[in-house]
């Protein structure tokens, strides 16, 4: 039961169950509720969809491993008590089961392609491993450049999901243009929340681990500018974030979503401000730990909102 608890752990199970959760969410608190009043059909079947959240966690889970691997003497620095590899797995096994998952994870997607008869599409599989392989192998050790890529990941997970659905939103396009064009400004919407929210995470996570990235040869915001200045880049991005949640509230008061801008000035910009008053006065790792913890909060209600959407309409 212990090393079952582990392999948990290296994969970081509940960030995986949240990106199957967002791209459930997103079918079927979204795109169902329109695709059935406008007697549309989904192009993937559920299996097929199961497969494909199957596939992006799978790429998700290799991208963790190979992170682990490759920053292991990092990781014994920053945060031993979270090591796992060369416990209950030596390095060697942990990479042999990293190819296992991309050999697998390749040959679902080759599935996914054949069953949509666009084989091209497969091209979308090695082209995440690599990304997600050079963003541990190099990108995370470049100023900004690993905040994007993670950030840019995150956003995709939830665009894939109106991706493989483009017929039938071009259907709909056609035909009620009027619904389309609330689909797609709930996933763009989602998207950039997505993307500001993880990049400040990412930024808050450099700072709490400076110590680690130091001799680990990174470069990170924080090693270049200094806390202090990578403190206020984490400010600036919060502030950011609440004038887009502003303009988020200003489409709800226009449109009589006034539940949604309660949950959103409790649940979102509450902890925002509470991030901001955390890191206004010369933070230390304890209180980017904190911050690290309450990025965390605003990324899971935002998820949340997802389901408001579907039962308050």
Known sequence: MNYFIQILKIFRFPNLFIVALVQYLLRWCVLAPAFVENNLIFQLSEWEFFGLVLATIIVTASGYLINDILDFPIDIINKPEKVYLGKFWSLEQARKIY???VIGGFLLSFYLAWGQDNLKLVLLYPLSVLILYLYSKYFKKQVLIGNLVVA????GVAGLIAFSERGSLNILKNNNSEAFELIQLIFIGYMIFAFLSTMIREIVKD?????GDRLGGCTTLPMVLGTAMTNAVILLLAGIFI?????VMNWNFENNYILFNIFIGIFIISPTLGLLVLLNNKPDKKAFSKASALTKWIMLTGILYLPLWYFYN
Not at 152 to 155: L, T
């Open 243 to 247: 004038v887009f949640l502003g303009f």
């Open 207 to 211: 700072a709490e681990d400076i110590e």
């Open 99 to 101: 190819w296992g998952l």
């Open 152 to 155: 840019g990941f995150c956003a």
